[in-house]
């Protein structure tokens, strides 16, 4: 069973700075199957990435992801307010499930 | 556009068996390709998958859950369920549908099930 982590965390930063968020995986991840998902209090996650780096209907361009084998990213250029939330990657396994990292909080510093 | 929503009681016994039903909207459950998943979020805490059925009838579930998780599909209906069976505190959680292949496009909205007596 493949296992993310995700790191930091929390993220503390003000608006217009660079986030830069961690999920590191316990086994080689195929960049076809790696997500990151926003979640704000109350609702339900966003897809804001899929295939490791494609960016998902609507998502702003600020939003980008890469990384490959066991080590990916996200990354927003520039934070704007309505982007403080909950950030989780997820992956595709071969059971096939799904697999979720512990998220980062991107809080307002 | 497809939406889905959750539906099933708030309030569960310790050691009955949850049940929940996701009813699907704009879209047939039998027409395509997907999986129709079950995700939960205990409060405060992040999120698990607990099972998927294919458009086909198979099912897969968490290694974790598999011996109480009965997840099923009602074609005729256009929805499908979970139940969870013998449920304690610690399957306090929202609860989320999902349609899903790779990742998860299509989220309900989810419904809080809390575990007391």
């Known amino acids: 069973e493949i296992v993310l982590t995700q790191s930091p965390g929390t993220l503390s930063l003000s608006p217009g700075e660079r986030a830069t968020l961690s999920c590191r995986a316990s086994q080689s991840v195929s960049s076809s199957y790696l997500a990151w998902y926003q979640q704000k209090p109350g609702q339900a996650p966003r897809l804001l990435i899929y295939?490791?780096?494609s960016r998902a209907t609507g998502i702003p361009d600020r939003f980008s992801g890469s990384g490959s084998g066991t080590d990916f990213t996200l990354t927003i250029s520039r934070l704007e307010p309505e982007d403080f939330a909950v950030y989780y990657c997820?992956?595709?396994?071969?059971?096939?499930?799904?697999?979720f990292g512990g998220g980062t909080k991107v809080e307002i510093k | 556009q497809l939406q889905l929503q959750e539906s099933g009681p708030g309030l569960v016994k310790p050691s009955e068996t949850l049940s929940l039903t996701c009813t699907v909207s704009g879209g047939s459950i039998s027409s395509s390709s997907y999986y129709w998943g079950w995700i939960r979020q205990p409060p405060g805490k992040g999120l698990e998958w607990i099972g998927s059925i294919y458009y086909s009838g198979s099912t897969y579930y968490n290694p974790s859950l598999k011996s109480r998780v009965t997840i099923s599909v009602d074609t005729s209906k256009n929805q499908f369920s979970l139940k969870l069976s013998s449920v304690t505190a610690a399957d306090t959680a929202v609860y989320y549908c999902?349609?899903?292949?790779?990742?998860?496009?299509?989220w309900g909205q989810g419904t809080m099930v809390t575990v007391s007596s």
């Open positions: 997820q992956q595709y396994g071969s059971s096939p499930g799904l697999t």
């Open positions: 999902a349609r899903h292949h790779y990742d998860i496009r299509t």
């Open positions: 295939g490791a780096s």
